[in-house]
C-alpha cells in the first residue's frame, strides 16, 4: 500500500510555471511507475505523463509534449512534474498515480493521490 499527496497547484498567469510534487508514504516509491493525469471540470481524466521506476524511461503526452517534464526522486520518494510555459487549457486538476508499468491508461494505475488544483489565467 501506498498514499500519494500532491502539492504546488495554484493560480498562474498564462506563460508561467508551477512544480507539482507527489509525496509518497508508505511503500518505498522506487517500487513504482509512475503518472500524472488531470482533469479538467466536465471532462474526463486524461494522461499527462509517466516515468518509469529508474526514471530512465519518460512518456507524455502530445498537448503538453516540450513545455512539462516528469521526473522523480526515488531518495526523496517523490515525483515531480515541472510545468512551464502554461495555457489556459492546462487548467485542471491534476493526479498523480502509482502502478507497475509506466503507461497513459489511467486504469493500469493502482494508487492515487486526492489532486492539486493549477489554474491558469489568460
Known amino acids: 500500500q501506498v498514499q500519494l499527496v500532491e502539492s504546488g497547484g495554484g493560480l498562474v498567469q498564462a506563460g508561467g510555471s508551477l512544480r507539482l510534487s507527489c509525496a509518497a508514504s508508505?511503500?518505498?516509491?522506487?517500487?513504482?511507475?509512475m503518472g500524472w493525469f488531470r482533469q479538467a471540470p466536465g471532462e474526463e481524466r486524461r494522461f499527462v505523463a509517466t516515468?518509469?521506476?529508474?526514471?530512465?524511461?519518460?512518456y507524455y503526452a502530445d498537448s503538453v509534449k516540450g513545455r512539462f517534464t516528469i521526473s522523480r526522486d526515488n531518495a526523496k520518494n517523490t515525483v515531480y512534474l515541472q510545468l512551464n510555459s502554461l495555457k489556459p487549457e492546462d487548467t485542471a486538476v491534476y493526479y498523480c498515480?502509482?502502478?507497475?508499468?509506466?503507461?497513459?491508461?489511467?486504469?493500469?494505475?493502482?494508487?492515487w493521490g486526492q489532486g492539486t488544483q493549477v489554474t491558469v489565467s489568460s
Open positions: 516515468i518509469s521506476t529508474s526514471g530512465g524511461y519518460t
Open positions: 508508505g511503500r518505498t516509491l522506487g517500487s513504482y511507475a
Open positions: 498515480a502509482a502502478g507497475i508499468t509506466p503507461i497513459i491508461n489511467a486504469d493500469r494505475y493502482d494508487y
